[in-house]
């Protein structure tokens, strides 16, 4: 077998058995402590909840066994309500004291207190077993966030909160869902602490969300466009870059790839655990990308010889493919950003990143340019086929 396919079947392996520890390795952190609030609220804990794309910011103060809340509750519809409440008698609904808000058609926010005392409750207004001030709620691209200040019993050192949303017609608040993330909506907060617990495993969720965001950034919008800048631009040294520059493209390919795979494993758990929220776009795209990238696989074992008649064709299909697979990455990774809304230092993270490979690349291709016009030596551009191409 040729030295070039030895050393592409080693990579394809080391890939595949380093993708699982990596993947491991990212899953930590938060995704929610950056966020900004109007009038520059600051809050001093932050916890993602494992389930219905909820966020709870609080501050809690002991002298005055107030908590400060803000409660966040994405992909939120016009026709759907949101709620949020204590229960200081146990850890489910009954007993709950609870804040509710649903969206108006006239664009304001209702937002208003609500004791559960039965399962068949409808969530009237009524006045909770704790005093309640600073009330209000906000509506803005399809997240629905609740503001309150409880002032909870002295020396309360933990507090058992569940959450919901329901669907809406008029003023009439439906039930609502009987079953999976609805069942599970429910957790514990350590105020001492600053820690919250889910009733279910507390941060498994979260810790999905930031393995999934974090795989694909680093394979689709790291790795891959530097798997390209390799074999376009080291390749233009010349034959003192040859195999250099094959080695790594291959490398970087074949290891964004996995790494991809395994961040889209991590997507489709998360779609497992989040019923009734469907992403088709970001799905779609992320499932052309695999095609995509099993076809840049695949086209190197079929890849014709230099010379022969057909091998212009397989340049634009590798050519093209590739060029499809780097815009597509980008577009996806900022559908995901918006679908997880992360806090703002991962964005500025990757952004950041994403702008200095972009700045670099320009560089290079002016460069490339201006050695192919010979303005400046040191490329060889229009060299002859590298032995590492005629190896292949």
């Not at 704790?130 to 803005?140: C, G, H, I, K």
């Amino acid at each position: 077998m040729p030295t070039q396919k030895l050393v592409f079947l080693l990579c394809l392996l080391i890939s595949f058995f380093s993708t699982p520890s990596l993947a491991l390795s990212v899953a930590g952190g938060s995704l929610c402590s950056d966020s900004v609030f109007p009038n520059n609220r600051v809050f001093a804990s932050c916890t993602d909840l494992p389930n219905l794309d909820s966020f709870l910011h609080w501050t809690y103060t002991p002298s005055s066994s107030t908590i400060h809340i803000a409660y966040r509750h994405g992909q939120v519809s016009s026709s759907s309500w949101v709620a949020w409440g204590i229960n200081p008698t146990s850890k489910g609904m009954i007993g709950t004291q609870a804040i509710v808000a649903y969206p108006r058609p006239d664009g304001t926010v209702a937002v208003f207190t609500s004791p559960v005392d039965s399962y068949g409750t409808q969530l009237r207004e009524g006045n909770l077993t704790f005093p309640v001030s600073d009330l209000s709620a906000m509506f803005m691209d399809n997240e629905m966030v609740i503001f309150a200040t409880i002032e909870l019993p002295e020396n309360t050192t933990s507090v058992n909160h569940v959450w919901q949303d329901g669907p809406i017609s008029g003023d009439n608040l439906g039930m609502h869902g009987v079953s999976g993330n609805h069942l599970q909506s429910m957790g514990n907060l350590n105020l001492s602490s600053g820690q919250a617990f889910g009733s279910h495993g507390g941060n498994s969720k979260t810790k999905l969300k930031i393995a999934h965001g974090v795989l694909n950034a680093v394979s689709w919008g790291i790795m891959m466009p530097l798997g390209f800048m390799a074999a376009r631009y080291l390749k233009a040294l010349g034959p003192r870059a040859d195999p250099l520059w094959f080695y790594t493209h291959v490398s970087l390919q074949l290891s964004g790839y996995f790494l991809g795979m395994a961040g889209g494993a991590t997507g489709l758990v998360l779609g497992g655990m989040s019923s009734g929220n469907h992403h088709p776009c970001h799905m779609g795209i992320g499932s052309t990308l695999f095609a995509l990238g099993l076809l840049q696989i695949s086209a190197l074992f079929l890849r014709p010889a230099k010379d022969h008649k057909h091998r212009h064709i397989w340049n634009w299909f590798h050519h093209l493919t590739g060029y499809l697979v780097l815009v597509l990455s980008l577009v996806n990774i900022w559908v995901g950003f918006t679908i997880l809304k992360p806090a703002k230092g991962w964005m500025i993270g990757y952004g950041s990143i994403s702008g200095a490979i972009m700045l670099t690349l320009l560089i290079l291709e002016v460069w490339k340019k201006m050695t192919r016009d010979g303005k400046i030596s040191g490329a060889q551009v229009n060299a002859t086929p590298t032995s590492a191409e005629n190896k292949v």
